[in-house]
Each structure stands twice: as C-alpha cells, then as structure tokens.
C-alpha cells in the first residue's frame, strides 16, 4: 500500500490555523506595523503542529461511514469501541495496558490540562516543567490562578539537551509543588526521554507527593528505531501518573477535538467525571476508531516520510547554514534549530522571518523560556515545501548578515 505525502493541498479559505489565522494568534495585540505585504501565495506556512497532509482514509472512511446515520445528536463515549482500538494500539505498540474505566475522553489534550490543573492543584499552588516548553503548559496554569515554575533543560555542546536534576530535585520538594507536566516525548527539543530519566524524574514526583501529567501526544512520531515507553507503564501501581495521548498528531486530526486520557486514581477520576466536559463529536470518535483500527500502515509510511524530510533539512543547513546547530529530533514532526550564531536575542525572529521572506514559523521566545534565537518549524508537510521553507530561511539569513556588514563598513 502506498501513500502520497509529495501532494500539496491548499488549505486557504478552509479557516485553518496554519493560513488563515496566523496573524491573530501568534501576535496578538501586536499586529504587524506595518501591515505584511507579501502576497498569500508566496507565505510559507512551517509553524503550528498540525500537518499539511490528508488524513488516512483509515479515519476518513470511519466519518463516512458514521454519516450514513443522520442524526448526530449529544454523543459520549458509551461502548467499548473506542478503548478496544486504543488498548489494542498501546499493548501492540508498547507493551502498556490500563482498564477501561480509566480511560477518559476530553476534547483535546489543552482541555486535559486546563482542567487537571484546577482539578489537583488549589489556588497559588505550583505546577513545575521543564523549558523550553509547549506553551500551554504555562497557559494552563496562569490563567487556572496557579503559579507556574519551570526547571530549565541543559543543552549539551552537541546540541542535545538533558534534565538539570540537581535542579529539578530542588524545584520538586517545594511543598507547594503539587504538581508535574511532563512532555513525553518533549516538544519543542524533539527529546525521548530515558527509561532512566523517566524513573528518576517519577520517583522524585511521587516520593514528594507531586502527581504527574505525561503529555505523550507526540509518542506515535517517533524516528525509525526510536522507541516510547510510557511513563505509567514503568510504573503500574502509582495512581499519581495520569497520562494524555491522542489521534490528534498521529493521524492529523487536530480539528477533530478528541484525546484519551488515563486517570489511574478513582477519586480524581471521580472529580473529572464531575466537572468535565463529557460530549464528543460523532465523528471524532468514529475517526479515532478507525484511525487505531485501520490507521497503523498509513503511520509507518508517514514515520519514513518524516525521516527523509529531517534528513534532507540536516544535509541542507549543513551546506548552506553551517553555524545553524541542528539535530534531528528523536520523535515528533517539529524541527528546534539554534541559530545563535547569526542573531543576537534582540531579534524577534518570529517577526523576522515573516517580514523578510514570508515564513511563518515560530521563535524560540514562544517556548516560556530558554529558547531564545532558536525557531522551531513543522516538517509535516510535503519535501517540496520543507525546501521552500529552508531557501527562504538562509536567503533571509544571508540578506540580513549582508546589510549588516555593509552598515558595519
């Protein structure tokens, strides 16, 4: 069976993020002055993690299927369908099982997290991660009226980052840390973390009575040869681990709004049951079980597409960005791209490449902290486009280091 990720689909006027909405959300109350003037047709999209490829007939199929019925009315999650497909994708993939009544539906992951927070954590307490970070993690937390507290990754001489834990084991016997967000595998830096560091960072959680939010969204991208475990499924008998996964990423299903997550606590879950949302759409749960039903051959080929692209994006920058530190990450679609050595951390590089050559990506000053002139950029997209992307980015590059030797003479 063969998949073609090589077809660009235009996603204008279909009031996608990545196109049409990219102004308003990533600058707010500050719009660009003046206002961009580089035609639609010449932007780039690399930024928000969702894909420019169509999802697998896998799920396509399933809606269709599902709007052979036509009443579409209150849904939730009621049968068993859904968690024998996403019980048989986590026991056939790694090794993980939990019973179905831990298994909850939530609207997406961001949803998980904002209710989790109010959930587990009361008023002025601590929610610790790691930086650079998703963003909502932060968003989670400060608009829930929770103080968010960050232990910074180190980043290595070859680029690679690791858990400060000295510092982390400061940060978590805070008492009033109640709480862990753990990106599992780590969006922005691309890191799958250890058997290792996972246990460590588990154990100075639960020995501080800190519970812990693994965001595994990311798990089912990772490189060829590259494997997730699951932080639950190290330990089975802690009922502080919840942990949140998704069609969302795998399949491109963003829009669908639909996640799993696994509340091993009965009280907790009992508190979810409570003040959650409990609908889904009709035709999300119909995608997500026909995404983990049928969906797994359409993975594997876009798991090899991913690997080609981050190749011939390491074999570019290496020829025409040679101080541009890069490597390819170990799982998710978003490439982390340090370029230190061309801009001071005056430049907001978000605005940058989007007013110099049409490309929209995201700044590492979007990641909370310590992510300063890095970008990070979506390789879910056809090679075509990822080489469109990269000539821009080093032609922008070039240009402004050209200016700024000609102002220095």
Known sequence: MTFDFDQPI????????AEDGFENYLFGAEPLVPPLQVPATELVSMWVADMQFAAPEAAIGAMRERLGHPIFGYTMNFDDQLYDAFGAWCGRRYGWRFEREQMQISLGVIPALFGLVEYVCDPGDKVLSLTPSYGYFKHAVVQRDRVFETSPLRKKEDGDYEIDFEDFERKVRDPAVKLFFLCHPHNPTGRVWTEDELRRMAELCLSNGVKIVSDEIHCDLTRTGVTHVPLAKLFPNSKDIITCMAVSKTFNLAGMMIATVIIPDPELRATWKRRHYPLVNPLSLAAAVGAYTEGEAWLEALRQYLDDNFAFMHRYLSLWLPKARFQIPQATYLAWVDLSAYFDDSINLTRFFLEKAGLILEGGDMFVANGAQHVR?????????????????????????????????
């Not at 235009?10 to 993020?17: D, K, V």
């Not at 979506?378 to 070039?398: R, Y």
């Open 377 to 409: 950029l979506n390789l879910a997209c056809p090679q075509m486009q990822v080489e469109k992307a990269l000539k821009k980015l080093t032609t922008a590059i070039t240009a402004s280091r050209s200016s700024a030797a000609i102002v220095r003479h």
């Open 10 to 17: 235009s996603r204008q006027g279909t009031n996608a993020l």
